[in-house]
C-alpha cells in the first residue's frame, strides 16, 4: 500500500486549529442529537432507504450537474456543496477548503485506494454507484473496465448519461443488494466495490454480505463508515461520528460481522485500515478488504 500521505493537500486548504474543532465539534453533537431524538424507536428500513434513494438520485439525473463540466476530471470535482467550503478531513487531519478542491482530491485518493490493489485495465464494479460519483473518479483517473448496480432506475439511467455526455462507456445495471442472484454472473471475477452504501442496511448486514460472497467476486473493497474502527483520533472528535450512525440507524457492525463470516470460512480479510477522509470533519471511513473462500 503506498503511502497515506502521497496524494498532496491542495494548496487551498486551510488547517482547522482546535478551537475551531471545539466549536465544530459543540455544533454538530447539537445536530446529531436533535436527529437521533427525531428518530428514536424508529427503526431504518429497506423500504425506506430505497424511496430515499430513488427521490435523490432522481433530482440529480434531473439536474444533469455533470453538463457543467469540461471533462470526467471537471466532474469528478463537482457536488451538491457547490463553491462553498467545507470543514473537512483529509489524511486524518481537519482543513477548511473549497468543495471542488476537496472532490478534486478525493478522486485521486479512491483512485490511489484502488490502484493499490487493481490495475486501470482491470474491472471493478461498484455496488450502490448511485449517478456514479466514484465511477466518474476511477475513469477520471484511467480505468476504463467499470460497472455500476443500484436499486435505483434513475441513478442507472443517469450513470449512463453521464458516461455518454464524456464519451465513455459504463455497464449500469439496475440490482438489490438484498438479492444479488440475478446480476451475479456480473459480480463474477471482478474487484467490487462499496462505498458508504451498507451503511443503509442496519439490520441487513448479514444478507448483503452473503449475497455479495456468493456472487464470488475476485476481492471486495468496503470504504464504510466504522467509528469503533478510527485509532489515533481524539475521543472528543470521535464521538460525533459515533452519535451520526446512532442518530441516523447507520449500521454500526460491518467489522464484525466479516469476523464471524471468515470465523465459518465464508471470506478471509485481508486489509482493515482507517482512511481519515470525508467531506465532514466527523465521519471518516475505513477500508475493509476481503476475499470470498473457494
Known sequence: MRSRMSVAIP??????GVSGRLAAVARQAERELGAYQRRRGRARTTVESAREYEARWSGQHQDARWQAAESLADAARLSSYGSARLRAL??????????????????????????????????????????????????????????GVDISPSAVRALHDQFAYF??????????????APIGAE?????VLTNYVLEQLPRQLDVA??????????????????????PGRRAWERWPSVWHVRSHDYQRDLYATLCELEATGRLRLTEVRPLGYSPYMFHSAVLIRWEPYE
Open 187 to 191: 459480480l463474477a471475477g471482478r474487484t
Open 167 to 180: 464519451g465513455r462507456t459504463v455497464r449500469g445495471l439496475e440490482g438489490d443488494l438484498m438479492d444479488l
Open 90 to 147: 483529509l489524511d486524518f487531519r481537519a482543513y477548511s477548503i473549497p468543495a471542488p478542491d476537496f472532490f478534486g482530491w478525493r478522486a485521486a485518493k479512491l483512485a490511489e485506494i484502488v490502484g493499490a490493489f487493481v490495475r486501470p485495465d482491470e474491472p471493478v464494479l461498484e455496488l450502490g454507484c448511485g449517478i456514479g460519483k466514484n465511477l466518474v473518479a476511477l475513469a477520471a483517473h484511467g480505468y476504463s473496465d467499470l460497472a
Open 209 to 230: 454480505l452473503d449475497q455479495i460472497a456468493r456472487a464470488r467476486p475476485r476481492q471486495v473493497l468496503h470504504i464504510e463508515p466504522c467509528p469503533d474502527r478510527l
Open 11 to 16: 494548496a487551498s486548504a486551510r488547517p482547522i
